[in-house]
């Protein structure tokens, strides 16, 4: 059984935590300056961790194995969130990253292929999970093209500003890779509730985003009697009620929806608006719900054009991602392993939240392993996980690797 050293593994953690810190966070966004220095980092670890190692055109930190035979690729993402946590995404790929060492330094693990990654972008700036779309080959030029982040800057010319604009892309190949394991904080409160200390996920839910735009009479707010007035932000604040107040009676236990993003225009106290935009995204593992969830939201649209004023229109603010099972036998590995490190502290459960290992499963079968996020919080400053715990989930991924790769899932 492969041997997690706890030391190195959190000093690479704190070490990969200082390079854009900001207070008990990262600020560490795809292709800002600090992100790039974190990928040179972390392809200076993969290289002295026996891996040959490059950074793709879109960004991609991956470290090839040297040993013979089809290999499981372990990874995650190492961008965050424009004020995120230290663990989102970092914590897979130092997990990676121990792996290898880790099998490496057991004689009887030591001829293992295991590759590391650092996905792109999983964080949205650009494109969601764009390192991991490029690699399974679904970024289409035309969303390639499109890409531009809230402050106008185009994926183009990030690529540009990170010297990446001309390097060669990674794609995945099946016939190099017998599987994918990623593992993760668990960003919400079950494993802690449940007073368990592993999470083998089953499913990662699917997303749907919808943007309902308000068009209304922008006009002054001491002269317009409220009769007369079609307040667009009044017709948002109603349609987002009528939300709250259907959506549960469809939803299922898991279910979630947010509005997380509005817009008023003008914004300004004295003035009518008239014009808003809401953002509604909703998140299931069933199609089915996803569906009707959806349907419900065109019919308060329908229904809010019959009774007022202002005019509503629906568009979709995301392309769909369906939810996705991860592989069955990967998990079995996982669960064995869960069981061998912490007997009976450990569930099966769903992801609310979605990961590369989405996009990756496309291609390769796949699965994810998650630790306990302290408070359930997660991008947010005050993001954390027991130490403990850090190691013991590297430790359940380190032996599930070997099991994985001991087996005949190599062919």
């Known amino acids: 059984m492969p041997n997690v050293n706890p030391d190195r593994l959190l000093t690479d953690l704190d070490a990969l935590r200082a390079i854009g810190a900001q207070g008990t966070g990262v600020v560490r966004p795809a292709f800002s300056a600090k992100d790039m220095e974190a990928r040179r980092w972390l392809a200076r670890k993969f290289a002295d961790a026996g891996l040959e190692t490059t950074i793709d055109g879109v960004g991609n930190v991956f470290g090839r194995s040297r040993r013979a035979g089809p290999a499981l690729l372990v990874g995650s993402h190492s961008d965050t969130q424009p004020t995120g946590g230290w663990l989102d995404g970092a914590l897979g790929v130092v997990y990676a990253l121990e792996v290898v060492r880790a099998l490496a330094d057991d004689p009887a693990t030591a001829q293992l292929p295991v590759d590391a990654i650092s996905f792109q972008d999983e964080e949205s700036r650009f494109v969601g999970c764009l390192g991991s779309r490029s690699f399974v080959g679904s970024l289409s030029p035309e969303q390639e093209a499109a890409a531009i982040d809230r402050d106008g800057v185009t994926l183009a010319d990030a690529l540009a500003g990170a010297g990446l604009a001309a390097t060669p892309r990674l794609r995945g190949d099946p016939a190099?890779?017998?599987?994918?394991?990623?593992?993760?904080?668990?960003?919400?409160?079950?494993?802690?509730?449940?007073?368990?200390?592993?999470?083998?996920?089953?499913?990662?839910?699917?997303?749907?985003?919808?943007?309902?735009?308000?068009?209304?009479?922008?006009?002054?707010?001491?002269?317009?009697?409220?009769?007369?007035?079609?307040?667009?932000?009044a017709a948002l604040f109603d349609y987002a009620s009528a939300v709250n107040r259907e959506f549960p009676r469809i939803a299922a236990?898991?279910?979630?929806?947010?509005?997380?993003?509005?817009?008023?225009?003008?914004?300004?106290?004295?003035?009518?608006?008239?014009?808003?935009?809401?953002?509604?995204?909703?998140?299931?593992?069933?199609?089915?719900?996803?569906?009707?969830?959806?349907?419900?939201?065109?019919?308060?649209?329908?229904?809010?054009?019959?009774?007022?004023?202002?005019?509503?229109?629906?568009?979709?603010?995301?392309?769909?991602?369906?939810?996705?099972?991860?592989?069955?036998?990967?998990?079995?590995?996982?669960?064995?392993?869960?069981?061998?490190?912490?007997?009976?502290?450990?569930?099966?459960?769903?992801?609310?939240?979605?990961?590369?290992?989405?996009?990756?499963?496309?291609?390769?079968?796949?699965?994810?392993?998650?630790?306990?996020?302290?408070?359930?919080?997660?991008?947010?400053?005050?993001?954390?996980?027991?130490?403990?715990?850090?190691?013991?989930?590297?430790?359940?991924?380190?032996?599930?690797?070997a099991s994985i790769l001991g087996s005949d899932l190599r062919g």
């Not at 368990?196 to 943007?211: C, D, E, F, H």
Request: net charge neutral; charged share 25%.
């Open 176 to 233: 190099r890779h017998c599987g994918f394991l990623e593992a993760h904080i668990e960003q919400g409160p079950q494993l802690e509730d449940d007073a368990k200390r592993i999470g083998v996920v089953t499913t990662i839910v699917g997303v749907r985003g919808l943007r309902i735009i308000f068009r209304g009479q922008q006009n002054h707010a001491g002269t317009t009697m409220m009769a007369r007035r079609r307040d667009a932000a």
């Open 253 to 401: 236990a898991r279910s979630v929806w947010t509005m997380g993003r509005v817009q008023v225009v003008p914004n300004a106290t004295s003035i009518v608006p008239g014009y808003a935009e809401l953002d509604l995204q909703f998140r299931d593992a069933d199609d089915t719900v996803l569906d009707a969830m959806e349907a419900l939201a065109e019919r308060l649209v329908a229904e809010a054009n019959r009774q007022s004023g202002v005019r509503l229109e629906l568009q979709r603010a995301r392309a769909p991602i369906a939810p996705t099972r991860m592989d069955g036998t990967l998990r079995r590995h996982l669960a064995a392993a869960a069981e061998r490190h912490a007997p009976g502290q450990w569930l099966e459960m769903p992801s609310g939240a979605f990961h590369d290992a989405g996009i990756v499963s496309a291609r390769l079968p796949a699965a994810m392993l998650f630790i306990p996020s302290i408070g359930g919080i997660s991008h947010d400053f005050a993001e954390d996980s027991r130490r403990d715990d850090i190691v013991l989930g590297c430790r359940v991924l380190a032996d599930a690797a």
